[in-house]
Nanobody, 124 residues
Framework: QVHLVESGGGLVQAGGSLRLSCAAS????????MAWFRQAPGKEREFVAA????????VYTDSVKGRFTISRDNAENTVYLQMNSLKPEDTAVYYC?????????????????WGQGTQVTVSS
């Protein structure tokens, strides 16, 4: 069983930055894909970004391209999401997810493990 713990959320003004971290309890995501999703109140959980095991491949949803950067440190079993130029519409609970496969899936059912989420609130 993999346990994922997110941190780094908070309240920030529009245009500001936050860096989310996701620490895994075990190396069972070795070789697998890590991703970030988010869920705003009253909305479905949506894909934000994913990264391959080596870090060589990344994919982003269009609304965050050029503003967010996903990265990972496999030695520390940690994945990060650097969020710059934040907008009020980025407000959501952000979830870390892991899957054993190598494809950079953007769909919730393809991910096997989930963190508890961290709140990001962007004020205008």
């Amino acid at each position: 069983q993999v346990h994922l713990v997110e941190s780094g959320g908070g309240l920030v003004q529009a245009g500001g930055s936050l860096r989310l971290s996701c620490a895994a309890s075990a190396r069972t995501f070795s070789g697998g894909t890590m991703a970030w999703f988010r869920q705003a109140p009253g909305k479905e959980r949506e894909f934000v970004a994913a990264i391959s095991w080596s870090g060589a491949r990344t994919v982003y949803t269009d609304s965050v391209k050029g503003r967010f950067t996903i990265s990972r440190d496999n030695a520390e079993n940690t994945v990060y999401l650097q969020m710059n130029s934040l907008k009020p519409e980025d407000t959501a609970v952000y979830y870390c997810a892991a899957r054993q496969g190598t494809s950079l899936s953007d769909t919730v059912p393809r991910y096997d493990y989930w963190g508890q989420g961290t709140q990001v609130t962007v004020s205008s």
